[in-house]
């Protein structure tokens, strides 16, 4: 069996190392050869990851050329897509109702999103944003409707998918737990308040501001270290920034104590099964979240990690697992065992390999 990945972006775009690149050394062993060409070049996906922080011409530059290229490379994947027995689409949709195209080529289609990409991740009610709104849902319809499966990562997307598409899995993660191991903690003087993320969630951190400044007031031994932050400034704490690299990204996910992942509860929210979230539990770091339906499929409430969804709560929670190294201990055990039952990786990979047969019968 041969297979065509086209995730949007290359490896450095975070969806397409865990949706895409993860599986790939396990199915050559299985039987499966494949090629990966994205949608977009390296260069373009790390312009993609930095656009949050380009100001408005700059992105307007940035739209015109990543359009264009992405135009040409997916004619190309289009021409050769035929030679293969399955193309993986990991995001990808095209212009243009150029998917038709596709089908005509190769009508074993799946289908994999893992973020309500039918929604603009920017809320508001301008002519450019109801234009790009309408653009980027009827892009994701168009794609449903001649895949033949499509792989969402939690219910919200699936129930919004089925709706155009009847063949839909649910994959979780995946997380390789054997990469993201959770080692024993020694004694420290300090308890590290951490984070990952890139620019494009940096924002999210602005709705903690006043939680930092009271915990940072409370707790002298806490230190707050933010992993891949873009331009997120509070001058009430003092932040360790680390720029995050795929070979220190383990090490430094299990220096922290307790992991954050703020958000609002919104409808493009509602879309994401955080990563940030599932790579704290995986290394046993007790998660503390803001409440959305779509976390509650992962978080048991004061048994894996904790929900919050005032600055009261946020502060309350952290102080207890400040205060208490057992408990941290405790909550992050648990989500480490959900993590391993969920969402690991050598369980998801059968799945995986078991929709690609289904796909050729």
């Known amino acids: 069996m041969k297979v065509l990945f086209v995730p949007y972006g290359t490896e450095k ?16 062993g299985r039987g499966i050869d494949y090629t990966v060409f994205s949608a977009i070049s390296s260069f373009s996906t790390t312009l993609m990851v930095k656009s949050p922080d380009f100001n408005r011409f700059s992105k307007l530059l940035y739209y015109l050329y990543v359009f264009i290229e992405k ?25 243009f109702r150029l998917e038709t195209l596709l089908r005509m080529a190769n009508n074993n289609i799946i289908f994999d999103i893992d973020d309500a990409i039918y929604l603009p991740d920017k809320q508001g009610n301008d002519i450019v944003t109801r234009l790009k709104k309408y653009i980027k849902k009827n892009e994701v ?60 969630t940096t924002s999210y951190l602005y709705m903690l501001d006043n939680v930092f400044k009271r915990i940072a007031g409370k707790y002298s031994f806490v230190k707050f270290k933010f992993i891949g932050v873009g331009r997120y400034k509070n001058p009430g704490i003092k932040i360790e920034r680390v720029k995050w690299d795929y070979m220190t990204e383990v090490d430094q996910l299990q220096s922290f104590d307790i992991g954050i992942m703020p958000m609002p509860d919104d409808e493009w929210t509602r879309g994401k099964l955080g990563c940030k979230m599932l790579q704290y539990m995986s290394v046993g770091v007790p998660a503390v979240v803001s409440y959305t339906p779509t976390n509650v499929e992962i978080i048991r409430n004061g048994e894996n990690g ?50 690609f047969k289904k796909l050729k019968k």
């Not at 899995?169 to 890139?198: C, M, N």
């Not at 992050?332 to 799945?351: A, P, Q, W, Y």
């Open 141 to 200: 319809i168009n794609i449903l409707k001649v895949s033949k499966s499509v792989i969402t990562e939690n219910d919200y997307i699936k129930n919004f998918v089925s709706q155009y598409c009847e063949s839909t899995y649910k994959i979780p993660g995946p997380i390789d737990t054997e990469r993201f191991s959770a080692p024993a903690k020694g004694e420290k003087q300090y308890v590290t308040l951490g984070w990952i993320g890139t620019p494009g």
């Open 71 to 95: 135009l040409v490379r997916l004619s190309w994947i289009i021409f050769i897509s035929g030679k293969f027995d399955i193309v993986f689409l990991q995001r990808t949709t095209f212009p």
């Open 13 to 28: 775009a975070p969806a397409t190392r865990y949706r895409v690149m993860q599986y790939l050394p396990y199915l050559r």
């Open 306 to 355: 904790f929900f919050t969804t005032r600055d009261q709560e946020w502060t309350e929670v952290l102080s207890r697992l400040i205060e208490d190294k057992d408990l941290r201990n405790a909550i992050g055990r648990k989500g480490r065992e959900t993590i391993v039952d969920k969402c690991s990786l050598t369980g998801n990979i059968d799945r995986l390999i078991d929709i």
